[in-house]
């Protein structure tokens, strides 16, 4: 078990729909990552907080957003969902940012969009 | 940014064997080089990682070399087991960039009893 809380483990929804995705990262870890594992492209990153703030971003989609509160845990937003979208995502979580702390992964949640 | 390339995308031993899979990556001021262990329905899972000031890290049964002229590292797993049959991913992070990770496109390594 690596620390890091993700849920829900499974989502299934329909195209044009919005969902929350919740990560809560390990004790005292203040940097969080969110990543999408699709079969044809890997892990892709796609945005990183630390202690609140945004602090990189990646290949991430105008339609999604994600944010970081003061308990530190994050929350990923996909909204106009489509097909492509249906992928697992991941959120992990690291003491500090910018110093090649270790990343330690949740379990995903698997997004099905039908 | 970073580009990680790794090879082979499949991998099939005999268990007793020795594994080995490759990574180049482009951006020479990457300095943190880290190997994930992803099984079925599991998140990915640090394995060994091995930092640029350093050229090998050993862990049992698994060894990282890094080669920074040639901009390449390598996993090696020596006397696998079918326990070892999973996807392994490289990565690479540069400081610079807030410490995310670019991840290769991942070796599914298959165990044969």
């Known amino acids: 078990d690596s620390g890091v809380t993700q849920t829900p483990k499974h989502l299934i929804t329909a195209t044009g729909q919005r969902v929350t995705l919740r990560c809560s990262p390990r004790?005292?870890?203040?940097?969080v990552y969110w990543y999408q594992q699709s079969l044809d492209q890997g892990l892709q990153f796609l945005i990183q907080?630390?202690?609140?703030?945004?602090?990189a971003k990646g290949n991430i989609l105008e339609r999604f957003s994600a944010q970081q509160f003061p308990d530190l845990h994050s929350e990923l937003n996909l909204s106009s969902l489509e097909l492509g979208d249906s992928a697992l995502y991941f959120c992990a979580s690291s003491v500090v940012a910018g110093q090649n702390e270790k990343l330690f992964f949740g379990s995903g949640t698997q997004l099905s969009v039908l | 940014g970073e580009n990680v390339e790794q090879h082979p995308s499949t991998l099939s031993v005999q268990e007793g064997d020795s594994a080995v899979i490759k990574c180049t990556y482009s951006d020479s001021a990457s300095n943190y080089f880290p190997w994930y262990k992803q099984e079925l329905g599991k998140g990915p899972q640090l394995i060994i990682d091995i930092r640029s000031n350093v050229g090998e890290k050993k862990d049992q049964r698994i060894a990282v070399t890094l080669n920074k002229t040639a901009k390449h590292f390598s996993l090696h797993i020596t006397e696998t087991q079918p326990e070892d049959s999973a996807v392994y991913f490289c990565a690479a992070s540069l400081k610079a960039a807030g410490n995310k990770l670019t991840f290769g496109g991942g070796t599914r390594v298959l165990v044969k009893p």
């Open positions: 004790s005292g870890d203040l940097s």
């Open positions: 907080y630390y202690n609140g703030e945004e602090r």
